[in-house]
Structure formats: structure tokens, C-alpha cells
T-cell receptor, first 114, second 110 residues
Framework: NAGVTQTPKFQVLKTGQSMTLQCAQD?????MSWYRQDPGMGLRLIHYSVGAGITDQGEVPNGYNVSRSTTEDFPLRLLSAAPSQTSVYFCASSSTGMGNQPQHFGDGTRLSIL | DAKTTQPTSMDCAEGRAANLPCNHS???????VYWYRQIHSQGPQYIIHGLKNNETNEMASLIITEDRKSSTLILPHATLRDTAVYYCIVMKTSYDKVIFGPGTSLSVIP
């Protein structure tokens, strides 16, 4: 019963480096999203997707790219890491079918940019 | 902006029921009440949700008032592992942006 799996759990980068945060879900959910959580800021939506091949921007998309080539995977790419992107990143997924279904979150990736 | 208000913190004795209140006086007819919790350094964990009727699952019970302006999450037998920040939110669809307010920090005391 894997649910939403995020890798890696921890990562330290130098300013200017690029990397990809992985998110995979095994629940056949159409909707997937990425949030960042900073102390005192709550969750902020970065990007989201309502199905394979469809992505859209959230409230803080700058510096991040996403793609959705399969239903299961929704990777988040940092193009050129900056210290302001130090945060905890959460991936979430939900069904968009009949009824109202909860969003399920992964355990997060803790990212530090030096 | 969060559309719910919750107490900042609560204590509960281990083994007793924890009753966490939430006010959502501006909730609209098609919005659901959801409860999540976040244990330190872990991802938000879904607990339960409901529209009008009271709901129960293996983790908790949700009591929604008849006018839907408030609700109570009940953890029937709190354990130390239930110590966490609990968030009450309202959402129309499965893919609304999740907006957490400050939540209630629940401490379960031995």
C-alpha cells in the first residue's frame, strides 16, 4: 500500500545546480500537485496536473518545471537552485472521479540550497 | 486565506477522547469539511471528511452541526502517537488548492 512516494527524502544542493524531485503514486489518481512548506507560511502550490499531458501553474511556479508523461509520475525540476528554494516539498494526489475524494500527500523532500 | 478557525493548542490525557473543534461559519452548500494532521517532519495525513452527515472511520469521528457552521473531530482513545498539528479545511472539489491555517497543536500527555 505505497500511496504517494517521494524521492529523495533529503537533498543538499549548491546554488546554481539543477535537480529533479520525484513523485509517484500507485492509486491511478488523475490529479497530482506539488507544494512547498516553509516555517510560518503554510502550504504553497507550485504546479499541478489534472491528467497525463496536462500541467498548470500554481501560486509560486517561478524556478520550477513539471511534466506529466504518465498517470503515475509527476517530477518537479529545479532549473537553477537558489537559497530561496530551501524548503520542504510535498507531492499530493487525488481522484477527480465521482464524489469528493481526499488529497493524499507524500512524506516530503527536505531540500537545502547552500 | 483560511476559511476556518481552530484553537491554537489543546492537551489531552492518553487514553481519553480528544475533541478538536473547528468553526467554518462561511462554508457554502457544496463545500466539504476535511481534517488532516501533520506529525513533526512528516507529510500531511488525511484523517476524515464529510459534507452534512456525521462520519466515522478507523481513525476518527467527524461531527458536523446541522447548520454546518462548525464541526468536531473526535479521536476516541488518544495515544502519544496522536500528538500532531490538526488542520480543518473546507474544499469544493478533490482538486482544490489545499490551504492550511495555523491548525490546532494537540499534545497527548501520558
Amino acid at each position: 500500500n505505497a500511496g504517494v512516494t517521494q524521492t529523495p527524502k533529503f537533498q543538499v544542493l549548491k546554488t546554481g545546480q539543477s535537480m529533479t524531485l520525484q513523485c509517484a503514486q500507485d492509486m491511478n489518481h488523475e490529479y497530482m500537485s506539488w507544494y512547498r512548506q516553509d516555517p510560518g507560511m503554510g502550504l504553497r502550490l507550485i504546479h499541478y496536473s489534472v491528467g497525463a499531458g496536462i500541467t498548470d501553474q500554481g501560486e509560486v511556479p517561478n524556478g520550477y518545471n513539471v511534466s506529466r508523461s504518465t498517470t503515475e509520475d509527476f517530477p518537479l525540476r529545479l532549473l537553477s537552485a537558489a537559497p530561496s528554494q530551501t524548503s520542504v516539498y510535498f507531492c499530493a494526489s487525488s481522484s477527480t472521479g465521482m464524489g469528493n475524494q481526499p488529497q493524499h500527500f507524500g512524506d516530503g523532500t527536505r531540500l537545502s540550497i547552500l | 486565506d483560511a476559511k476556518t478557525t481552530q484553537p491554537t493548542s489543546m492537551d489531552c490525557a492518553e487514553g481519553r477522547a480528544a475533541n478538536l473543534p473547528c468553526n467554518h461559519s462561511t462554508i457554502s452548500g457544496n463545500e466539504y469539511v476535511y481534517w488532516y494532521r501533520q506529525i513533526h517532519s512528516q507529510g500531511p495525513q488525511y484523517i476524515i471528511h464529510g459534507l452534512k452527515n456525521n462520519e466515522t472511520n478507523e481513525m476518527a469521528s467527524l461531527i458536523i452541526t446541522e447548520d454546518r457552521k462548525s464541526s468536531t473531530l473526535i479521536l476516541p482513545h488518544a495515544t502519544l502517537r496522536d500528538t500532531a498539528v490538526y488542520y480543518c479545511i473546507v474544499m469544493k472539489t478533490s482538486y482544490d488548492k489545499v490551504i492550511f491555517g495555523p491548525g490546532t497543536s494537540l499534545s497527548v500527555i501520558p
